[in-house]
């Protein structure tokens, strides 16, 4: 929006026209104003009505409207040009965006059949905005060419001052700042109102949540597969899907359903709230602990935490397995809790399905939430049966009677780390093969993305079909595939060769320069392995984000905002593929990943980055 005085004073003449706004009233507004490197495009966005008793009248009064706010629009950018600069005025593009309208709904309309063809090629219909890129090419970048003159600074910083500016004149510079742009997307990722309206949902994909996950988990909305899921009324219940698609927010919701429906049974039966089933949640990564506790707390549940501590490590003896479990069945007997939770330190477990057998034996009394199951077998290949797996199955089936036990997982992260040989792609096969079998009817899929923004969720669906065609037994693995329609940055991937390792402190610097002005835990950096970067550069990275681990320990959609930097030299083309998942996978809004390998070493790794080129920035170094 832009006031009488702050319009004036852009456009002259208007100072001396008949306007009899007051300075400090709203003299107009634009809703997008794209700046290119040659070009503006100006964008006026209109949503009629259809259910109205005359939508044909409806319209034509939105486009009139939109197309005198263009004009206001042209009027003050052509000004202002003029007035900051020698240069003519830049070439500047302006439509009319009806985004609930189609062609066929227009073509019916007699007044818009009798606008001239250059009004109606000013006009942006539903149709176009699904192939917006399309769109786009054809209507703008065709139309710019080197010949144009580049925009100069000072008209752009002159636009952007004044749609920065109150109507007092003050500036808030944050309005258009970087970091404030990440933190608007990630708030609207949270909110129902970028996918719902009034009379309905606009993406019919989306489901209003229920009490449970808007009061305690502060999430407005579900996908109807994550509706359908929490609906369910199995017992036994394993959630296989991708990163992002919500498996983590289902076991809290479920956990804290459960003890909601108790208070409830409670008030309405009468008696005490003591006479309750406890809850265990096993997780991997203490870093899990960051999502659980703070959802339960405000839910009321009391919740204390053990540590697994030595229980991961592939050499532990039965003695020291035996020590571990005696401690946590003190804590079961003596602990005052509502929820339990187990985790491992590293993230990922190590120890044997045989071992956590014997850890579920002592929770037959409780209902077992576990989530990020594919860490139970993940690093066990070498000593995976499919005996082995049923054991397991069969031991939670019969724990499980009387009781409730959700799991999520996502069978595909079998083959997300960098041991990926021979013998374990065979036991890889055999643990999925064993795990699809003996669930069947337990298993369900999760596909559609929440928590990414469009663009993350495309090239990490991208990611995934690469991830998954290099398995010949990825029948059943859900694909990854965007859940709405929230826009955001285009990720960034870094290409480094191996000999220019020099540049990949100054492109990290760069990128983590970007994110210091965001809030505590709105940005993070991770790695894969810091090779080629000196002690120094990683102490004093330490201290200025924490201690950040492995990124395949870090939960997936951590931050809003993530760096990461992925070291591959001398790994193989699916440690590549799966490790850039990863990377890629831990941010919600702003994604940067440094790869530190040379792309021609191998035909297939530049053929790979080739087709990433349609879902991100691609900066070869």
Known sequence: KYTHAQFKECVPLHAHSDCKKKDTEDEGECDFVVIGDRFLVVLEVKSPDMNSKNPQKMFIERFRESVHQRTRTLDLIKEVFNQTCSAESPAIFDFSVFNRLKKEDVSNFERYLKLSGD????????????????????????????????????????????????????????????????????????SEKITRVLKGPINREIKGASPVFKKYLGIECLTSEQADIFKSKKDFLWINGPAGSGKSVLLLGKIIDLFEKMRAKVKREGGTFTEHKKCLLLAFGEQSLDIYKPALEKAGLKSISFCLGRFDEASINDTSVAEILEALRGVITDGDYDVLVVYSVSGASVARLEHFTLLFDLFQDHNIFIDDAHCLFSYNFDLMTEDKVRSFLEKLKEINEGHITWTSMDIAQFSYHSLVTDMFQVMRRVTHAALTKHLQDSLVNLSANLRNTVEIADLLAALRKEVLSSLQDHIGIPLQTRGHVIHGFIPKIYVVKGSMRSS??????????????????????????????????????????????????????????????????????????????????????YSVTVLLIDPESDPRISEFLKRLGSFADLIYL
């Open 504 to 589: 990949v402190e100054q492109v990290l610097n760069t990128e983590l320069g970007k994110l210091e002005e965001l809030p505590p835990n709105s940005a993070g950096y991770v790695y894969k392995r810091s090779y080629a970067l000196s002690k120094t550069w990683e102490e004093m990275q330490t201290r200025r984000w924490g201690t950040r681990g492995h990124l395949s320990n870090i939960p997936s959609t951590e931050w809003p905002a993530v760096v990461a930097y992925v070291f591959e030299s001398g790994s193989t083309f699916d440690d590549i593929k799966c490790e850039l998942y990863l990377g890629v996978s831990r941010a919600r809004v």
């Open 119 to 190: 009004e109606k090629k000013a006009i942006v219909l539903k149709d176009d905005l699904i192939n917006f890129k399309e769109w786009w090419k054809d209507n703008i970048l065709s139309k710019v060419t080197a010949e144009m003159q580049l925009l100069e600074t000072r008209p752009i910083n002159s636009l952007l001052a004044l749609w920065s500016a109150d109507n007092k004149n003050t500036c808030k510079t944050e309005n258009c700042s970087f970091t404030q742009s990440i933190l608007e997307i990630d708030d609207r990722l949270k």
